[in-house]
């Protein structure tokens, strides 16, 4: 048994990095968040995807007042920059300061925002498909460096969280992802089952108490990871507590928890799970170490994030085209 364990990473240039750094190799993977008062989560990310070689990096995108093709473009740059170890966070926004920080659209209720977000999950999903594997041919003999039978043109209808009707034209400007699909990874919130049933990892907060892990459990595909939300702990004794939280969690269905810490805090914790929790998650059997995991998978690593959270292989959705 190996429960899944994630941290939250705010884009904090002074202890982000290092942070990073420490997470390598032992964390599966970290959330950068974005609440649009620093440092964009993306383009953070696409920063610590080369410091680092085995951390996932999975930035949030509050795609409300995003362009689905830019947001598209960007996320499939940083699967390169992070050599398939990124996936992408989808949130939303519906508060007044954050649609004026834009200025593009009135601010909406959150049901109307993530039905938006749940077409816009599909939107992502085509454009990143919109390149065959094969469609960089580089022919020396033609001067061509694309086979243009290999693109695939979309042109998609969205309704945003106001109402209003827009469009979205494809082939991509971007090759496909080295994953295909990177992970997407939505929130558990009421009102945003299409969003979350649309995720490859959904992430649940009982604190919220709206309800409950076997709900949400029941209702997804039995292969999407589900992790529940925890706060990080700062002593030894809230170590221990974490190991027995862990322990019943996986016993309702969570595939495994991720850890919140604060910027302020994010670099201390950082050394406290390698040094201090994960060995006491190994001792209770909750996860392997490293080694073991090498082990059994015939003494090589996961090489992309897809594949270390359990997920299959990404089909494209042009795959008979």
Not at 128 to 133: A, I, P, V
Not at 142 to 162: C, F, K, N
Not at 183 to 199: C, W, Y
């Amino acid at each position: 048994m190996s429960v899944i364990i994630a941290t939250t990473l705010t884009p904090d240039p002074t202890t982000g990095p290092a942070t990073a750094k420490t997470l390598d190799g032992h964390a599966d993977f970290a959330l950068v968040p974005d609440d649009f008062t620093g440092l964009d989560a993306i383009e953070f990310a696409s920063w610590l995807g080369p410091l680092t070689s085995r951390l996932g990096i999975i930035p949030e995108a509050r795609v409300t007042h995003l362009e689905p093709f830019h947001l598209a473009t960007a996320s499939a740059t940083l699967d390169y920059t992070a050599r398939a170890r990124s996936g992408l966070a989808v949130g939303i926004s519906s508060t007044p300061t954050e649609a004026a920080l834009f200025g593009r659209r009135d601010p909406a209720p959150a049901s109307g925002a993530w039905a938006e977000a749940a077409s816009v999950i599909d939107v992502i999903r085509r454009l990143w498909d919109s390149w065959g594997d094969d469609a960089i041919i580089r022919d020396q003999a033609t001067d061509r460096y694309i086979d243009r039978d290999r693109l695939h043109y979309i042109h998609a209808t969205l309704q945003d969280s106001t109402g209003a009707d827009y469009s979205v034209l494809g082939p991509s400007i971007t090759p496909r992802p080295p994953q295909g699909h990177p992970p997407i990874l939505v929130r558990a919130e009421d009102g945003n089952e299409a969003a979350r049933g649309a995720a490859d990892v959904v992430l649940f907060d009982e604190a919220a108490g709206t309800f409950s892990l076997e709900d949400l459990r029941t209702e997804l595909d039995p292969a999407v990871p589900v992790l529940a939300v925890l706060p990080a702990p700062t002593t030894s004794a809230e170590v221990a507590e974490l190991v027995d939280s862990v322990r019943i969690l996986t016993r309702r269905g969570a595939s495994g928890v991720l850890l919140s810490a604060s910027a302020e805090n994010q670099l201390e914790f950082s050394v406290r799970l390698v040094s201090e929790i994960l060995p006491a998650l190994h001792a209770a059997g909750l996860r392997e170490t490293p080694e073991a995991a090498a082990a059994l998978g015939g003494g090589t690593e996961a090489s992309d994030l897809r594949t270390l959270l359990g997920l299959a292989p990404a089909v494209s959705l042009y795959a008979d085209a």
